[in-house]
T-cell receptor
Framework: QQQVKQSPQSLIVQKGGISIINCAYE??????FPWYQQFPGKGPALLIA?????SEKKEGRFTISFNKSAKQFSLHIMDSQPGDSATYFCAAGSSSGSARQLTFGSGTQLTVLP | KAGVTQTPRYLIKTRGQQVTLSCSPISGHRSVSWYQQTPGQGLQFLFE???????NKGNFPGRFSGRQFSNSRSEMNVSTLELGDSALYLCASSWDATETQYFGPGTRLLVL
């Protein structure tokens, strides 16, 4: 019930291409869905987050698409750049009840080729 | 505002020892969460503290414990270290645990 499934595990994209990472969840109590970017030797940094009342949120080259009925959400990175090469984590959290924590996906290692 | 700080950044311990890690949250944040990150298991939730109370705990043995002080600073302790405890330990702070969590750089623990 608490699991968040993330795919693919690794992704190689050419510079200028679109990177797409997908996540799925089961717990319908989740109401907060952030994406984090992590570079080697650093802590995860928040990229963008969405709540279920909207189906899409865009910030610069990063877009979250959210499908509440399918319990899926995805991160799209437009015009991918070599500097985007990092590990990306999706997460889900619930603001109700006692389970006040973020549950993370397993991560996607993105490599953007120059 | 200053970000989340964690000390120390690196630690080497031997099996059976204990270790204490420290986390200073962003000013004004009352929630501090701890995560263990390993290549095999990814990011796993350890526990969350809010206003000095442990509000939630992950599926880790009792050797892992924590506390939060009145100034929201938090410490986690691991007793009787095992080789499998080698990991990056991350602390994250937020106004509330299910709002935006800001991570520190982590403490890299190596158990020999």
């Amino acid at each position: 019930q608490q699991q968040v499934k993330q795919s693919p595990q690794s992704l190689i994209v050419q510079k200028g291409g679109i990177s797409i990472i997908n996540c799925a969840y089961e717990n319908t109590a989740f109401d907060y869905f952030p994406w984090y970017q992590q570079f080697p030797g650093k802590g995860p940094a928040l990229l963008i987050a969405i709540r279920p009342d909207v189906s899409e949120k865009k910030e610069g080259r990063f877009t979250i698409s959210f499908n509440k009925s399918a319990k899926q959400f995805s991160l799209h990175i437009m015009d991918s750049q070599p500097g985007d090469s990092a590990t990306y984590f999706c997460a889900a959290g619930s603001s109700s009840g006692s389970a006040r924590q973020l549950t993370f996906g397993s991560g996607t290692q993105l490599t953007v080729l120059p | 505002k200053a970000g989340v700080t964690q000390t120390p950044r690196y630690l080497i311990k031997t099996r059976g020892q204990q270790v204490t890690l420290s986390c200073s949250p962003i000013s004004g944040h009352r929630s501090v969460s701890w995560y263990q990150q390993t290549p095999g298991q990814g990011l796993q939730f350890l526990f969350e503290y809010f206003s000095e109370t442990q509000r939630n705990k992950g599926n880790f043995p009792g050797r892992f414990s924590g506390r939060q002080f009145s100034n929201s600073r938090s410490e986690m302790n691991v007793s009787t270290l095992e080789l499998g405890d080698s990991a990056l330990y991350l602390c994250a702070s937020s106004w509330d645990a299910t709002e935006t969590q800001y991570f520190g750089p982590g403490t890299r623990l190596l158990v020999l």
